[in-house]
């Protein structure tokens, strides 16, 4: 369940989501817990974004490129800025992104090819920690060694990132994005702790 939720959160600011996920969003549904509150806000927000006859499959998509543009991408640059360089030096590709990439080595961890963003980037850095408990890079990593990249890669940068995404000015759909990945590093941080 973990390794789902990191790869839902990384799916989610990798790209703005398409018609087929907004559906399996639309699917999700709440309780009062931490993070039962914002899957819920997120399934209400993926229905009400869900095509129908007042609201055609291409506005919703419009609406969430937009979305997405406006934070992420701007004009000369969006609203936040991803990447752990940033938030942890308050400049892009600095040593936060040079200590990842030699940890990424390290675990056997190979850069996509396709993509044109650097590492440090929260969707890779979330989607790597999917990885590493499915065993998508090697045999499934230990606590332990998640618990390492975890400490080294997103403890001191994640949570605020995420509670900007959720207060961020043009954050309509993304603001219960950030309000769940806010939640899950507070708990995973939590847990951690526990781990020897």
Excluded at 51 to 63: F, N, Q, T
Excluded at 68 to 74: E, M
Aim: charged fraction near 25%.
């Amino acid at each position: 369940m973990r390794a789902r939720l990191y790869g839902l959160i990384a799916h989610l600011l990798a790209a703005p989501p398409d018609m087929a996920t907004l559906a399996d969003l639309a699917r999700l549904t709440g309780d009062a817990s931490d993070l039962g509150r914002p899957l819920g806000d997120l399934g209400e927000m993926a229905r009400e974004l869900s095509p129908d006859a007042l609201s055609p499959r291409d506005e919703a998509c419009e609406r969430l490129a937009r979305e997405y543009h406006d934070l992420f991408i701007g004009l000369g640059r969006g609203e936040l800025l991803p990447y752990a360089s940033y938030y942890l030096t308050g400049f892009l590709n600095e040593k936060p992104l040079a200590r990842l990439r030699a940890r990424m080595n390290e675990l056997g961890i190979e850069r996509d090819p396709s993509s044109r963003e650097p590492e440090d980037h929260m969707a890779a850095i979330l989607d790597m920690m999917a990885g590493l408990i499915v065993g998508r890079f090697a045999e499934p990593a230990d606590l332990a060694t998640q618990k390492a990249f975890f400490t080294a890669h997103l403890a001191d940068w994640g949570p605020y990132f995420f509670r900007d995404l959720e207060k961020a000015e043009a954050a309509q759909f993304y603001a219960p994005i950030g309000a769940l990945g806010r939640a899950f590093l507070i708990i995973e941080q939590a847990a951690f702790e526990m781990v020897d």
